[in-house]
Structure formats: C-alpha cells, structure tokens
C-alpha cells in the first residue's frame, strides 16, 4: 500500500505570494491533518479534514486554509506569504480520524519565504 | 485545554545505554498516548502507544509507563543504537479529540 505523499518537496517563495501545497492519503484513509513544524516549535496543528469537510481548526491565521475533495486528497493555502511562514508541512492521514489512531505522516513539503 | 510538556528537549547518551523521555499532560480525561519517532527527512511514525486501562507496555527495545495520577508517561529505550538517533513526540487527545503534540526530544546516540 503506497504510504502518504506530499507535493512539491521544496518551495521557495517571496513575500506576499501565495502558495498551495497537496497531499495524497493512504488509500482509504478519509481523515487529513495538517501540520506546520518549525525549529524548536514541534507540531503545530493547522487542520483536520474528513470527508470534504473542516472537523478542527488550530490556531492560525486566516491566511492559511485548506480543503479535500472527494477522493481526499487535501490541499492548503498560504496566502500573503511572511517570512515567519518558513517551516516543513506535514500531512497526516488516517481512517476516521479518531485521536486513537495512527496517523500517517507524509515527508513533508519544507517552505522557504525569502 | 490539554498541555503536554515534553522533557528534555535533547538527550545525549552513549550506544548501548538507556534513554528516557517523559512527558506529563494536564486533562485527567486523556486516554491515549501515542509516541512518534521522526528521523532526518522523514515525517514521523508511530513507534509505540498506550492506553489509560494499562500502565506498561513493551516491544522489543522501547517500552512506555504511564501513571495516571501523576498525569505522565515517559518511553523508555534500553540498548540504544545509532538507528534509535531522531526526535520524539509524544501526544494526548484533548476534549475536541486533537492530538496535543509535547515539543518533541533530539536523541543523540554517541558511538
């Protein structure tokens, strides 16, 4: 079973743009979380989706927002990049979503703002 | 809402000896608690977990305690290796059943 994949890899942007990045779950898998991770900061919940729908929502900004479409691949939004926005985003997927379960973390997708 | 403080943020031993991470919670309700393991260029995976009904709970080389009065849980690796150099996260569910991450331990194993 192919595990989670994130695209692109890297990223570099400037401030001000926009940026979208995707994750593909794990076949059957209908929960996507996001993350931002930063230096000395460990994992910042951004969002969870199931079935095409935000269930949580952590504490960020407007700027950043996401969606899933029917097959539940997800992707997030980052607009009006800052430079405070350099981090590694992970996704995670996992059946419902339940916090019992184990989630399944892609790579990541490392975001440079210059 | 759910805290989870991770100690210490880095943890320096020699191969072969014994590491210990702990973390300690603050929502008596938790039930599950989960840790990662996250290697250079890698997003992390589950290593081990327990739930609130058992207070110990092995495999292989890592093993993970939790006592509930106290409010933490701690991992456990014996005979460390050089493929046991990453960072741990340990985590709690919280009242909106949100994974609360602890801020993560860099292992370092020294040759």
């Known amino acids: 079973k192919a595990g989670v994949t994130q695209t692109p890899r890297y990223l570099i942007k400037t401030r001000g743009q926009q940026v979208t990045l995707s994750c593909s779950p794990i076949?059957?898998?209908?929960?996507v979380s996001w993350y931002q991770q930063t230096p000395g900061q460990g994992l910042q919940f951004l969002f969870e989706y199931f079935s095409e729908t935000q269930r949580n929502k952590g504490n960020f900004p407007g700027r950043f927002s996401g969606r899933q479409f029917s097959n539940s691949r997800s992707e997030m939004n980052v607009s009006t990049l800052e430079l405070g926005d350099s981090a590694l985003y992970l996704c995670?997927?996992?059946?419902?979503?339940?916090?019992?379960?184990?989630?399944?973390f892609g790579p990541g997708t490392r975001l440079l703002v210059l | 809402g759910e805290n989870v403080e991770q100690h210490p943020s880095t943890l320096s031993v020699q191969e072969g000896d014994s590491a210990v991470i702990k973390c300690t919670y603050s929502d008596s309700a938790s039930n599950y608690f989960p840790w990662y393991k996250q290697e250079l260029g890698k997003g992390p995976q589950l290593i081990i977990d327990?739930?609130?009904n058992v207070g110990e709970k092995k495999d292989q080389r890592i093993a993970v305690t939790l006592n509930k009065t106290a409010k933490h849980f701690s991992l456990h690796i014996t005979e460390t290796q050089p493929e046991d150099s990453a960072v741990y996260f340990c985590a709690a569910p919280d009242s909106n059943y949100q994974l609360i991450w602890g801020a993560g331990t860099k292992l370092i194993i020294k040759p």
């Open positions: 995670a997927s996992s059946l419902t979503g339940a916090p019992s379960e184990t989630q399944y």
């Open positions: 327990i739930r609130s």
């Open positions: 076949s059957g898998h209908r929960s």
